[in-house]
């Protein structure tokens, strides 16, 4: 046999694992029954999803699950990861399935993990990642643009964090008409200005205006994002329009979802954008101080169905 395998290293490795005491026999009936009763109430306690969370990544198992041969468990991208050498003890990991975890996830319902957030779904536990993942309870990220800004959660947990964190603008109403002003016009690489947040038909809606490079023309782009889901942003549609000297350009669109991105909105030029040339002459023609006045209305596409 190789050096370091074979039946003398197997034995090693068996005599190391721990004794366990069989149940004694002396013991009555009524004793046997109070031990089961102890170690299920001890079981209870133990969290299911701690039984089947890796402890390696922390991250919930999916099949198959595989073990050392000294039973510490961990996921398929773990055991990849790791060499053949268990992480938690460091002996030779092998290919040992653990097939009872396996039998104890086919036959789970858990809740989605988002249950505090609304959903109220339960589901079988290989369905349950998958769900999660696109689970419409799940926390959004926060939408404000200025910042790598790492906070998530609800829609008012947002609007608050909007309000009290990043000092955003609220407004009511579905038409608006906001003036932005920059003195030093001519630095426009992505000059993010502060997003405002619209009340409209009881639900938010934050417009974006800010200053990029396209290529290597310089233009501003104004667009609008839903708090919501997508399918609920296609209910509405929006209208922005820019204009003076008796010249104007209007855009139309649908309001995307904050999942989406506020890069990929602004990557996909979905929105109105304004060549800085004509935001110049719209602001007067100095070159120095730009002054946009963005005129907007939020309506609901009604169904012809």
Known sequence: MAPGGGVSS?????????????????KTHDELEKS????????????????????????????????????????????????????TCQVELGNIRCLALEKVAESL??????????????????RKLKHERRCKFRPYHCPYAGSECSIKGDIPTL???????????????????????????????????????????????????????????PVYIAFLRFMGEDNEAKMFNYSLEVGGFGRKLTWQGVPRSIRDSH????????????PRSLAFFFSGGNGEELTLKVIGRIWKEHSTS
Request: aromatic share 10%; hydrophobic share 30%.
């Open 10 to 26: 197997c034995k090693e490795l068996v005599e190391s694992w721990p004794k366990f005491s069989r149940f004694d026999t002396t």
């Open 36 to 87: 089961i009763t102890c170690v299920g109430e001890k079981f209870q306690k133990c969290s299911i999803h701690r039984l089947l969370e890796c402890p390696i990544c922390k991250r919930s198992m999916y099949p198959p699950f595989y073990q050392c041969p000294n039973g510490h468990t961990l996921c398929t991208i773990c055991k990849t990861e790791a060499q053949n050498c268990c992480p």
């Open 109 to 126: 319902e858990l809740p989605c993990r988002h249950q505090n957030l609304g959903c109220h779904k339960i589901l079988p536990y290989h």
């Open 159 to 217: 609007i608050l964090h909007l309000k009290e964190d990043h000092k955003v603008d609220m407004h009511t109403g579905c038409t608006f008409n906001h003036r932005y002003v920059k003195s030093n016009a001519q630095e426009v690489d992505n000059a993010i200005w502060m997003l405002t947040v619209f009340d409209c038909f009881r639900r938010q809606f934050v417009l974006h205006f800010e200053a990029f490079s396209l290529g290597m023309t």
């Open 263 to 274: 890069r990929n909105v602004r990557d996909c030029q979905d929105g109105l954008i304004i």
